[in-house]
């Protein structure tokens, strides 16, 4: 009997400490997690005091023809840097100085529909970050600290993502709900402060609408969409949604039916918008005249510095249409071609009275960027900016003719 209760008695001290020892090693795992978690959380919220970026250099006005009192279109070309994205009331500021200066001029009234560039809105991503995000040599560097910063959350958003380009459409869906609100509350705060239509640029956001007068993110795929203020603040229901991403965009953003344009009652006119490469299709001019358009818009953004006087390589994302030559391949600089392509060859066939394609420019991590802006009367002159205009901040504007030229 001793025998036999002596070997359970030994083997449970053993298995007694050997528990203790397994308990002790859990509990020290586990204060190590803890503490890791500890350390990540305060990292993620520490350093996030951005210091005030350098002015913009010296902003420049260009004004086209007169005043007939039937409005303006007031194209906005801003000068952006990765730490106006700091907060929503930094960006809105940023913005807000470009409409003060308008005003200062005499060219902000009640007819006046204000133009932002495309993509304006989509580095609202960066929204509330630490500043080294800011700082960052280049924008997959300052994604990587934002996915870093928000683990949990990025891994949620990677899971929904089917995307070619899945950790770029994670953080854009990871961030949806914070950009759609920061875009819906500064724009919709300039145009009430202004008393003027604005057409926001664009930002990317999954299946966006608009419910209960405010912008808001879906759950599906990604779009490069463009909002409306109305001069009291309030948002149109409709959105304007690219049609024809290039090739780049299209790893992450869905293409959306042309078919869909809307037009939009403003003070100065009917008002169209077309997304950039939306306006190198002549189907969308054909389906704006026959809605009646005043005015036609186009935000837009050019990546790569210096494009603009590069050969030009045709068309992306989609082929060509049938009236391009394709000898003008290679032939013509991308300027060239955005000259006789884009806003400023294809207006005549709008219908509308007056135009203007607008471009964003700045120092936006290592994107790049290049572009002319560039406004269109109804008799199909164009008018872009020229000197310092071209890559520093820039107003243009365009009052609209009382009634179309002969």
């Known amino acids: 009997m001793r025998g036999s209760l002596s070997c359970p008695l030994r083997c449970g001290d053993g298995g007694s400490a050997a528990g203790r020892r397994a308990v002790k090693a859990l509990r020290g795992l586990g204060v190590a997690a803890l503490l890791l978690v500890l350390a990540h959380a305060v990292w993620s919220r520490s350093g996030r005091s ?23 279109l007031l194209a906005v070309q801003p000068y952006m840097v990765p730490a106006d994205y700091a907060s929503q009331e930094r960006f809105q500021a940023k913005l807000d100085a470009y409409l003060a200066a308008a005003a200062s001029r005499g060219l902000l009234n009640e007819k006046t529909v204000a133009v932002f560039p495309e993509y304006l809105g989509t ?26 910063t928000h683990p949990l959350a990025f891994a949620r958003a ?14 854009f869906r990871m961030k949806a709900a914070t950009m759609a609100g920061a875009y819906q509350d500064a724009f919709a705060r300039l145009a009430a402060r202004w008393r003027i239509t604005i057409v926001a640029g664009s930002i990317v956001l999954p299946s966006p609408r608009v419910e209960a007068g405010r912008l808001v993110a879906g759950d599906g795929s990604l779009e ?21 991403p290039i090739e780049e965009e299209k790893a992450f953003l869905v293409a959306c039916p042309l078919s869909g344009l809307p037009v939009f009652a403003t003070p100065a006119g009917r008002l169209g918008v077309l997304i950039c490469a939306d306006s190198w299709y002549p189907e969308a001019y054909r389906l704006l005249r026959a809605k009646k358009i005043d005015l036609l818009v186009v935000p837009s953004y050019a990546a790569d510095d210096d494009c603009w006087n590069r050969p030009w390589r045709g068309y992306d994302g989609a082929p060509a249409p049938s009236d391009v030559d394709p000898a003008d391949v290679g032939r013509l600089t991308e300027g060239g071609a955005w000259s006789r392509y884009a806003l ?11 135009g203007v394609n607008v471009f964003l420019r700045g120092e936006l991590w290592d994107l790049g960027d290049d572009g002319r802006s560039v406004l269109v009367s109804a008799e199909g002159e164009a008018k872009a900016t020229e000197g310092s205009r071209r890559d ?15």
């Open 123 to 148: 580095w609202l991503a960066a929204l509330g970050e630490k500043a080294s995000v800011y700082r960052s040599g280049s924008v997959h560097a300052a994604l990587r600290l934002v996915a870093f």
């Open 344 to 354: 400023a060859g294809r207006f005549a066939s709008s219908g509308a009275r007056a």
């Open 158 to 171: 990677l899971l929904t993502s089917g995307e070619r380009d899945r950790a770029k459409a994670a953080l």
């Open 224 to 244: 490069n969409v463009s909002a409306i203020f109305r001069p009291d603040g309030g948002v149109e229901d409709a959105l304007v949604r690219k049609a024809y």
């Open 50 to 72: 951005v210091p005030e970026g350098p002015p913009d250099p010296g902003l420049e006005v260009a004004l086209a023809w007169r005043d007939e009192g039937a409005g303006n």
């Open 392 to 406: 520093g901040p820039a107003i243009l504007n365009q009052w609209v003719p009382a009634r179309p030229r002969p």
